[in-house]
C-alpha cells in the first residue's frame, strides 16, 4: 500500500473534502464515510485517468494510505473499492467508522490530490 502525502496528517472534515471538489475536472473525489458527530471523513474513494482508489486514514501512522486500486474496467470496480474500504474500516476503527452512515452526498464530486498521478 501506498500513502497520499498531500493530504494532511488527520481525518478531513466535510467542508475539506468538498474544497477538493472544486480543484479540477479530472479528479473525482467521493468520501467513503462520514461521521456528523465530530465532521470528520477517514476514508476517501478517488477517481483519475482510468484508474479507482479508496484511501483511508491510518490513526497509528497519521497517514492516508492506498486500501484498494481498481483499473478502469475492473468488473464491479466501484463495488470492489467499496468492499474493500468497508472492511478496512472495520479492521482499524471498528464501530466507530461507520457512524452517521456510508456516505456523504456533496454537489460536486470532482477533486484534485497533488500527488495522485504518482499512484
Known amino acids: 500500500m501506498g500513502t497520499i502525502d498531500s493530504l494532511p496528517s488527520r481525518p478531513l472534515t466535510g467542508d475539506e473534502v468538498q474544497s477538493l471538489a472544486e480543484q479540477d475536472a479530472e479528479l473525482t473525489v467521493v468520501p467513503g464515510n462520514y461521521v456528523p ?3 470528520r471523513v477517514f476514508a476517501l474513494f478517488f477517481i483519475y485517468s482510468g484508474k479507482g482508489h479508496a484511501v483511508g486514514f491510518e490513526p497509528e501512522t497519521e497517514e492516508w494510505t ?39 452526498d456533496f454537489d460536486d464530486e470532482e477533486a484534485v490530490v497533488d500527488d495522485i498521478e504518482e499512484l
Do not use: H
Not at 72 to 80: A, L, P
Not at 86 to 104: I, L, R, S
Open 37 to 39: 458527530e465530530i465532521d
Open 66 to 104: 492506498i486500501v484498494e486500486s481498481v483499473d478502469e474496467g475492473t468488473e464491479n470496480g466501484f463495488t470492489v473499492l467499496q468492499k474493500a474500504i468497508a472492511e478496512w474500516g472495520k479492521e482499524t476503527y471498528e464501530d466507530e467508522f461507520m457512524q452517521g452512515g456510508a456516505t456523504v
